[in-house]
């Protein structure tokens, strides 16, 4: 990969601004996780568990999945960092409705609940994502949840990557 001083300093930017709406330092390297499909993905300090499941059975036509992320210890959410689910490159007979929801354009498919100690921040996260099949069979839908979490020290920016197998009927 080319690393250009457009990109070096589009990537400084980003990241300053997720530490600075914290008003903490931010980690200087998004990490990416991959989860195995219909797993669950664990950041590797211990700061996150992340989960895609399907809400039903799957059918042909308009369904959906959901992709949540719960915080540990002393992480939330940040409401201030510009969470989006993308979605991964759609398997043969299914399309998506959009490439990218955005906590910010899509408010619908995002939901939180309040951390137990600290009812002023979310510590879990959940987004309902569209996806259309066309005919049965078995798919892998899912994508890539991008998303700001922050402790009293810290904000990290991850990329976590989820997928789900389906049994469309």
């Given at each position: ?10 990537t ?14 931010a ?86 609940d ?56």
């Open positions: 990969m080319k690393l250009t001083l457009a990109s070096l300093f589009a400084s930017f980003v990241l300053g601004v997720a530490g600075f709406a914290c008003g903490r330092t980690d200087a390297s998004p990490s990416t996780s991959q989860a195995a499909p219909g797993k669950s993905s664990d950041s590797k300090e211990g700061k996150w568990a992340a989960s895609i499941k399907l809400v039903g059975s799957p059918k042909v036509g308009d369904d959906f999945f959901e992709v949540s992320l719960t915080t540990s210890g002393d992480f939330h959410v940040n409401d201030d960092y510009p969470t989006k689910f993308k979605t991964g490159d759609a398997p043969a007979n299914v399309t998506y409705p959009s490439a990218t929801l955005s906590r910010k354009d899509n408010k619908e498919a995002f939901t939180t309040a951390c137990k100690a600290d009812k002023d921040h979310a510590c879990t996260i959940h987004v309902k994502v569209p996806f259309k099949a066309s005919k049965a069979g078995k798919v892998t839908v899912g994508g890539t949840l991008n998303i700001g979490v922050c402790s009293p020290a810290n904000c990290l920016v991850e990329k976590i990557a989820l997928d789900v197998d389906a049994d469309v009927k």
